[in-house]
């Protein structure tokens, strides 16, 4: 009986694993109180994260906000609405409902570049090695990073992308369409290497982890695709739901939802919400409600962020909840014995 408290009591005292334990818990079960930036008033398209820094897309241009300091650094003035965003390491590069293309510099507010990429909304920005690659209403195209010339030019009969990635240290490029699934191009040789097929109405979001990809759809939920052999790994079911965005870390995946037919009696729309899953075990972590479309999630260890539709950043810290524990705590819980002593 004193072994198995002595081992209890060293447990619980042993910092990685009760910080391992309470982040955990946290994850699962944790109160963890939002805290919210901005005020609300700049309806935001698009949002992207790079390391500490958030591009959101609004009506007349970009926010960057720099989550270190929780505050926006920089405004970054377009001609028309912002579509869509990219964060690379020297350059913040957008896309606009007329299918213009800006480009600044990360350390500054200096425009480099402006110019028509398409003939509609880009509706999708990815930067693959040297190139970065845009779609459009009239498809995907390919521009070198520095000139911005175009490259390459998709085939006509692709012109329903709806979204990228890129993978392998930017050596291939995801494209997810209305009717294709899923296909995985060599950058370098322009060529199609492999089809992920089984949706029923294309892979509405795309997300590379490792050696997998995650695709989201309107109708079947999560899959889990290896880049490997092509095969599905592993399904995540949303029936009834739109994946609009998702991110995921080596524990968790972490899903900007829409419900189709549930609407949210505060407001009388469609009810919008972030699923967390445990990508290890399958199943559904927790739920969190918020009171806008989700345009944008990501994840970390201990942190969970979405940007909503209304401009909002909301922000979970599961680091922030306190547990307690005693000896007392951990007698009861494993013997049930109501043992009472001192810690």
């Known amino acids: 009986m004193r072994l198995c408290c002595f081992i209890m009591v060293l447990a619980v005292n042993d910092p990685t694993l009760k910080e391992k334990v309470d982040l955990e818990k946290s994850w699962r079960c944790g109160d963890v109180q939002p805290i919210t930036l901005g005020d609300g008033g700049y309806p935001s398209f698009c949002a992207m994260k790079r390391n500490n820094m958030i591009g959101v897309g609004g009506m007349d241009g970009l926010q960057i906000w720099d989550m270190s300091k929780r505050e926006i ?3 970054l003035k377009m001609e028309g609405p912002c579509s869509s965003v990219c964060l690379l390491e020297d350059v913040v590069l957008a896309g606009d409902e007329d299918g213009d293309m800006y480009v600044w510099r990360m350390d500054g507010n200096v425009l480099l570049s402006q110019f028509e990429a398409h003939c509609g909304p880009i509706s999708c920005i990815v930067g693959v090695r040297d190139v970065v690659a845009t779609v459009g209403e009239d498809g995907l195209s390919l521009w070198r990073q520095g000139t911005w010339e175009c490259e390459y030019v998709l085939e006509e009969n692709y012109v329903q992308i709806i979204s990228l990635a890129s993978a392998y240290d930017g050596k291939y490029l995801l494209v997810g369409d209305l009717y294709e699934g899923i296909r995985v191009w060599n950058i370098s040789t322009r060529r199609c290497v492999q089809n992920l097929e089984g949706y029923a109405s ?17 109708d079947n939920g999560v899959k889990v695709w290896s880049l490997e052999d092509g095969t599905c790994k592993q399904t995540f079911p949303t029936p009834e739901k739109i994946v609009l965005c998702m991110a995921v870390d080596a524990d968790r995946i972490a899903l900007g939802l829409k419900d189709r037919k549930r609407v949210d009696l505060s407001t009388n729309l469609q009810r919008c919400f972030v699923e967390i899953w445990d990508i290890v075990q399958g199943d559904l972590i927790r739920t969190f409600d918020i009171n806008d479309t989700p345009v944008g999630v990501w994840l970390r260890r201990s942190e969970l962020s979405v940007v909503a539709f209304d401009g909002k950043i909301i922000i979970w810290d599961f680091l922030s909840v306190c547990w307690c524990y005693g000896v007392t705590h ?14």
């Open 330 to 343: 951990a007698l009861q819980l494993d013997f049930g014995m109501g043992v009472k002593m001192g810690v």
């Open 202 to 218: 294309g892979a509405t979001r795309l997300c590379v982890h490792e050696s997998s990809v995650l695709s989201g759809t309107k």
């Open 73 to 75: 650094v920089k405004v």
